[in-house]
């Protein structure tokens, strides 16, 4: 899943020495400062670490992590299923009826199955590379270190888990960290300068790559939505991007425990890099859990909630989960990207007619997020909740 939390809207702080240049200028920040309004969408309970439980001598995980509410059985790894397309980016940049082809490929990829890899992205094999190091350090740091990046009581972004909502709730077998990234008057800075040098230049650069591979992917898919193209820039430039770094440590009873819950993500596009070539994601098609095998330096992408939306439908976000073995430890890294701060989600005005009545709702983004936070996740029942009712769909039939 998806977002972002506790983030500052409006003014952007100036530097120090800005800030020292006189009096009047100081007295103007005050006044900037006072105007400037944080945006706050969400807290999720703190929760122990289970990298940390993880490196415990235990046989049996702690009856918080036991997962009987999870239906079917946990494990289908010798369940053998067609895996996910792949879509070649080169061709999709290409002219003619190679692109033609491509584009009709990716089209069928997001509508039957809201997950897709992508070769050829044009993202460096050198910053990825950059990145999966700096990241794996970064789970690395002593438990002390990560403390001070740890999450607060009103604000998800930081090391811990999402969505808890309650002590009772049962927890995932995983870490994570949190944390927005564009755009930059977005950013909580306390939090960014917290972070180890490397990384955070790691992300300043892998964040802007992501964030045009985004672009030209929402690009294609309005080409192929045969939607107005200038709708999807209006509503995604300069969108809001976060990432979520997980680790799933190895889990003496992977069948009982599950990585991540299912769930969709809240988001219009999700770019997944994973760190090894260990497997864990699993889709959910015809019923079944698919596991999804990564291919080297690929993205693994997948529609979210936000483009089912703007599609009115036509694209449909997948449920996905995370399991975990006992063996060996797996990281991912999501980058969640929506549209802009102030936009009002809903479906794309070129796609909707007589025929083709919208199926959602029309909401505010930041309305959207902050309603998504405050749940428990649950598959995809938050995006139910978007939808027109019913009835009214049949009573404007008429
Ligand atoms: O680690 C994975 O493969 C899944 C991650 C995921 O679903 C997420 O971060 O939303």
């Known amino acids: 899943m998806s977002s972002f939390n506790g983030v500052r809207r409006g003014a952007i702080a100036p530097s120090s020495k800005e800030m020292r240049k006189s009096r009047s200028f100081s007295l103007q920040v005050m006044d900037l400062q006072l105007e400037e309004e944080v945006v706050n969408f969400g807290k999720s309970l703190i929760v122990p670490s289970v990298q940390e439980l993880?490196?415990?001598?235990?046989?049996?995980?702690?009856?918080?992590?036991?997962?009987?509410?999870?239906?079917?059985?946990?494990?289908?790894?010798?369940?053998?299923?067609?895996?996910?397309p792949i879509i070649d980016f080169h061709k999709l940049a290409a002219t003619g009826d190679s692109m033609d082809c491509e584009l009709e490929r990716l089209h069928s990829a997001c509508k039957d199955w809201g997950f897709f890899q992508v070769i050829n992205h044009g993202v460096s094999t050198s910053l990825l590379e950059k990145l999966k190091l700096e990241v794996e350090n970064f789970f690395e740091l002593s438990y002390d270190e990560k403390k001070k990046l740890w999450q607060e009581p009103d604000n998800h972004e930081g090391f811990g888990q999402l969505f808890v909502v309650s002590e009772e709730q049962k927890l995932d077998w995983s870490d994570m960290f949190y944390i927005t990234t564009l755009p930059f008057n977005l950013r909580n800075t306390d939090l960014f300068q917290k972070l180890p040098p490397n990384l955070r230049e790691t992300l300043d650069s892998y964040s802007v790559e992501a964030r045009k591979l985004a672009m030209a992917m929402l690009g294609y898919m309005a080409k192929a939505l045969q939607m107005d193209g200038e709708e999807m820039r209006e509503l995604f430039s300069d969108g809001v991007q976060s990432m979520r770094m997980n680790y799933y440590p190895p889990c003496p009873q992977p069948d009982k425990a599950i990585g991540f819950t299912p769930h969709s993500?809240?988001?219009?596009l999700t770019i997944l890099l994973q760190l090894s070539e260990t497997e864990g994601l699993q889709i959910q098609k015809g019923g079944k859990w698919v596991p999804v095998k990564p291919l080297p330096n690929a993205f693994v992408v997948n529609i979210g909630d936000i483009m089912e939306i703007v599609s009115n439908g036509i694209y449909r976000s997948i449920e996905h989960r995370a399991t975990v073995n006992s063996k060996e430890e797996r990281l991912s890294i999501a980058t969640f990207y929506s549209s802009k701060l102030d936009s009002v989600l809903g479906p794309a005005p070129s796609l909707i007619g007589l025929n083709s009545p919208a199926i959602f709702r029309r909401v505010p983004l930041e309305k959207y997020f902050k309603e998504f936070f405050a749940r428990k996740l649950n598959g995809k029942a938050y995006l139910d909740f978007m939808k027109v009712d019913e009835q009214i769909l049949q009573v404007n039939k008429i």
């Open 265 to 268: 993500d809240a988001d219009a």
């Open 54 to 84: 993880a490196k415990q001598p235990i046989i049996n995980i702690p009856p918080r992590y036991l997962r009987s509410d999870l239906e079917p059985p946990i494990l289908h790894h010798h369940t053998c299923l067609s895996s996910v």
